[in-house]
């Protein structure tokens, strides 16, 4: 049986068109899918917007448009961003779709009916921005912690659902899945914040309009919290397609941010545990990408917009950069500056070099034809280890390390030629070994870069005279030394990543 892998993306507010922390999360997401299709696992990458809530009924007020007609002009703004930036997703779920209410209203029923969800009267505060409901000793100066602005002081009848019943049963379970949760000190987080005590938290609104009308009391609308997560599981089947959903759930990893670590590992695993539905299996947490040491967030108002970048360093430059600088699951610095350093350095001289290097010494010294490699090459071993170490690193949820270990090949290889001077040689069988290797592991480089850069990965592998596409290899088969093919035709071709300015 082909194994599976599926992994989700946070759905996104339409009130922001996509922004860099978007693309970040999504592109990690991306890349990791990507490299399970390399290994021949049949992926399912799962993304969306979010729709329903008070935070985007304000934002259709304000733009004076209904939230319908407002979020019909946002939603397609995420699906044409992830298109241009190259993200492969199989399904793109809006919760205003129909089959996601029809999935919601099934859960919460699952949920009301088990006798966890009960009304009462909320007495607190809610940030709107966050969508979210705050005890007082959670405010700072009276403002949202994240936000710093005023929350909201709410008093209404409102449905709770019981997560304070659900302590034992959460501790229970992350007992026995100990590494659910990526990176262990997020764990760790959230472990301590269960044993803390869980609070039951609002199910519905009654005062909002915008949102999925309560099956059992249509005065109120559900908490846009409890709409949001279920998008998990309504778009892999739940209340449309029971056969689909036992074959699709649970996913393996759903990549949020560090900022919806509770709804996600806390709330959402309740929710589905009062439904009798089994937990996802496991969630990647990422940080924070900063911008002169803030969030990047609309309300900072220091957005960066990822379409902009892509002009001028390419898609999988723009890529290439938001994989390898941060390490996936620590806060990241963005700035131009680092963005121009990590392209001139990795890409215009490590990989752009040696490819053009590679091309330029077999046009001169091999008749433009590359030699076949050598099997007893000391590359081979680089090659072999930098396979185990990237594939290690790309099933963790780690692009920067699997890309680390991809350019420890790339350095290698640019060694290999340094050290032997191919280019001071006369034709022959001594330049055709060293060009032989060269070639082989630039093959070997291009497929294990596949996930972070399709295009130009492909590009070289089609200089070097390679048939066919690199996303129809195989990790583990196609990724074995010796099997650059003696006699290919290879092109120069004019620059992939051409310096940038500092
Ligand atoms: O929270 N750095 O949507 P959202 C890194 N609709 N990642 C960032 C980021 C930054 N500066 N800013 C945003 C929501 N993100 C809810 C989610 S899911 C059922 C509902 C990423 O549009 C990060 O992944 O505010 C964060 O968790 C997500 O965008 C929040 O996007």
Known sequence: MVPKFSATTPIYYVTAKPHLGHAYTTIVTDAVCRWHRL???DVHLLTGTDEHGLKVQQYADAAGKTPREF??????????????????YDDFIRTT????????LKLLQACYDAGDIEVDVYRGHYCVACEAYYVEDELVDGN????????????EENYFFRLSRFEQRLLDWYDKHPDAISPNFRRNEVIGFIKGGLNDFSVSRKTLKWGIPLPWDNQHVTYVWFDALSNYITAHGYGTDDQQFAERWPVDWHF???????FHCVYW???????????????????FLM???EKMSKTTGNVVSPLELIDEFGVDGFRYYLLADTVYGNDGDFSYEGLVARYNSDLANNLGNLAARVATVVEKKCGGRGPAPRPDSPLAQVAADVVRDADAAWRGAQPSRALEATWNLIRATNAHLEQHEPWKMEPGTAVDAVMGDALEALRIVVILANPALPTTSQEIWRRIGLAGRIDECRVGVDTQWGLYPGGSVVEKGEPLFPRKKA
């Open 39 to 41: 290994c021949g696992d």
């Open 71 to 88: 979020v019909d002009e946002i939603a397609p703004l995420y699906a044409d961003a992830w298109r241009q930036l190259d993200v492969k």
């Open 97 to 104: 779709e129909d089959r996601h209410k029809r999935g919601v």
């Open 144 to 155: 949202c912690p994240i936000h710093k602005t005023k929350a909201a002081y709410v008093e």
């Open 256 to 262: 949020i941010g560090k900022d919806i670590i509770r």
């Open 269 to 287: 695993p309740a929710m589905l545990m009062s439904a009798g539905i089994e937990p996802p299996k496991g969630w990647a947490v990422g940080g």
């Open 291 to 293: 911008v002169g040491g």
